[in-house]
Nanobody, 107 residues
Framework: VQLVESGGGLVQAGGSLRLSCAAS?????MSWFRQAPGKEREFVAR???????TYADSVKGRFTISRDNAKKTLYLQMNSLKPEDTAVYYC?????WGQGTQVTVSS
């Protein structure tokens, strides 16, 4: 399975971004992770094939994960962004990872 993320960019604090991840094949549970400079990669959100979702406490209430199974695409709607959300965001399913997309939130 190949995963290709898009939608990252530079945004001011309080702003919004929507990330997308296009998959080349069928997937079950899909997740978003992120890695800030000098830090370990951390879990952000997860969604099952049937739409059940789980979030990290740090993003709960601000981020929404969703998927379009027909389009084989995963999304992450990020609202009320904070400077501490700055990181490279990665799409993941099973042992497969995308190349990442940079999100930078300025204060």
């Amino acid at each position: 399975v190949q995963l290709v993320e898009s939608g990252g960019g530079l945004v001011q604090a309080g702003g919004s971004l929507r990330l997308s991840c296009a998959a080349s094949g069928f997937t079950f549970t899909m997740s978003w992770f992120r890695q800030a400079p000098g830090k370990e990669r951390e879990f952000v959100a997860r969604i099952t094939r049937y739409g059940d979702s789980t979030y990290a406490d740090s993003v709960k209430g601000r981020f929404t994960i969703s998927r379009d199974n027909a389009k084989k695409t995963l999304y992450l709607q990020m609202n009320s962004l904070k400077p501490e959300d700055t990181a490279v965001y990665y799409c993941n399913t099973n042992t497969y990872w995308g190349q990442g997309t940079q999100v930078t939130v300025s204060s």
